[in-house]
């Protein structure tokens, strides 16, 4: 089909005299089309119109498609007419079924201190010699794009935060606009302009000064300042790099920060610390005291003196022992206090490994732990309660058939049950004969209890 340029140039030599040979030889088109736009005097190519093989067809296509769920491929094995994959495609785009057009994409303009953009994404980083996945978390300011991330094994509501002070020292404030995007991490329920932020990563914000916003769902180009590093971070930071261990990541990513907020940015036409200097007066200042971002958990000491934490376990004084304590787990410590003055400090092991950390003066000294030969709590117990059991006890803890603990335990529960006659006769009776088994004992006590205690009258009838 000839276009408008060339039906006109045609029509424009017509009406120089010019024969349909002589324009055919000059256009390199046929005599005959050219004769064709000489009949029709018009310059507009006209509509083409012909059927389309897919038309008798449309209701069936509509109602395959919604049955398919969208698949085009299943509503063609489906509709079993004559018609082809691209012939069925093309009917649907031009007649918007399972196509929607595109909208052109536009511009935000942020004002200094306005908005920053954070996000995560995963990636692989050699460490330690061996290939593990990361979750990168990344700060973008929107007006000079100054860049900072670190990385983290997991990514929950504590490293957000932990994160986020980070971000906060290294840009020295906040912007009053953070936009994130719907992570359950901050969003307690709704999303975009409804998004509201779980009420503890609310009054995070509102101790640094400033807001959660969302963007809505698909609004890709609402999160784009800080969604483009992220392939030039796992394309540049950490392609033919590896490290040692979390610290030297997230440092050697620090430094890496400096080196390329530093560059000259041909998008930007300037260097983003040049663009910050700008941007930095307009933000939010840090507040005075910055606090430390800890987890709260709480704890029993084991018998071997450990607290354990995230399949670690972490050494305690072994004074400690069955005593209730209070773990603060900070970025890089592990802080485990006992009452109001006692507390030990572990450094934080990252990865959760089962690993065992002990300090030296958590041990007792040769010598100076607890000695078998003492008397157990419940023996104590026992020679102040019924001390005419003394001797049945020492032969208990020689010939008893139970752990001793829990010998003592059970039978220092029945002299707090039962009448005190009747399990002194038992235990007597027990001791002469030899018997050291606890639930024999009871049984025989019981019998004592049955029959002295509880005698049952009969009148005559």
């Known amino acids: 089909m000839l276009s408008q340029n060339q039906r006109t140039a045609i029509l424009e030599l017509h009406r120089k005299k010019m024969g349909s040979r002589q324009i055919a030889r000059a256009l390199e088109v046929s005599r005959a089309a050219v004769k064709k736009v000489i009949r029709s005097e018009s310059s507009v190519p006209p509509p083409v119109v012909r059927p389309e093989k897919a038309e008798p067809h ?20 489906e509709l079993g007419a004559d018609i082809s994959y691209p012939a069925l495609t093309s009917f649907c785009r031009r007649h918007g079924i399972g196509y929607k057009p595109a909208l052109p994409a536009g511009q935000y303009h942020f004002e200094p201190g306005e908005e920053s953009q954070t996000d995560t994404s ?34 929950q509501r504590f490293d957000c935060k932990v994160f986020l002070t980070e971000s906060a020292k290294y840009y020295g404030g906040n912007c009053k606009r953070k936009m994130i995007d719907n992570t359950h991490v901050v969003v307690l329920r709704g999303t975009g302009a409804e998004m509201v932020p779980v009420p503890e990563m609310a009054a995070f914000a509102e101790r640094y000064g400033f807001e959660f916003h969302a963007h809505e769902i698909g609004d890709a180009n609402r999160s784009g300042r800080v969604e483009r590093p992220f392939d030039f971070i796992e394309n540049n930071f950490l392609a033919g790099r590896e490290f040692s261990d979390w610290n030297d990541l997230n440092q050697r990513a620090r430094e890496w920060c400096d080196k390329v907020n530093s560059t000259y940015k041909k ?16 933000m939010k200042p840090l507040p005075v005291w910055v606090p430390e971002v800890y987890r709260l958990h709480h704890r029993i000491v084991d018998v071997e003196g450990y607290v354990a934490l995230h399949t670690n376990r972490y050494s305690v004084p072994w004074t400690w022992i069955g005593r209730q304590v209070e773990v603060r787990e900070t970025k890089d ?73 829990l010998a003592l335990r059970q039978l220092l ?21 030899g018997l050291y088994d606890l639930d024999r004992l009871e049984r025989m006590i019981l019998r004592r209890v049955a029959s002295e205690y509880f005698q049952l009258g009969f009148k005559d009838e």
């Open 267 to 282: 998008h930007l036409r300037a260097v983003p610390r040049e663009l910050f200097a700008v941007e930095r007066p307009c």
């Open 58 to 77: 449309r209701q069936e296509i509509l109602e395959l498609y919604a049955s398919c769920k969208g698949n085009l491929v299943r509503v063609h094995e």
């Open 122 to 155: 995963p990636h692989k980083v050699k460490m330690a010699g061996r290939l593990r996945p990361v979750q990168t978390a990344s700060d973008v300011l929107c007006y000079s794009h100054m860049l900072f991330f670190q990385f983290y094994p997991t990514f």
């Open 333 to 405: 410590r592990i802080e485990i206090q006992c009452g109001i003055r006692q507390s030990v400090c572990h450094e934080r092991l990252i990865d959760p490994l089962g690993k065992r950390i002990t300090l030296p003066e958590h041990r007792p000294a040769r010598g100076q732990g607890i000695k078998r030969t003492d008397p157990r709590p419940e023996e104590k117990t026992l020679a102040q309660v019924v001390p005419e059991v003394s001797d049945y006890v020492a032969e208990l803890k020689k010939r008893g058939r139970k752990a001793i603990t």
């Open 413 to 433: 529960r029945m002299a707090r049950e039962y009448p005190r006659d009747a399990f002194l006769s038992a235990v007597g009776e027990a001791a002469h004969y």
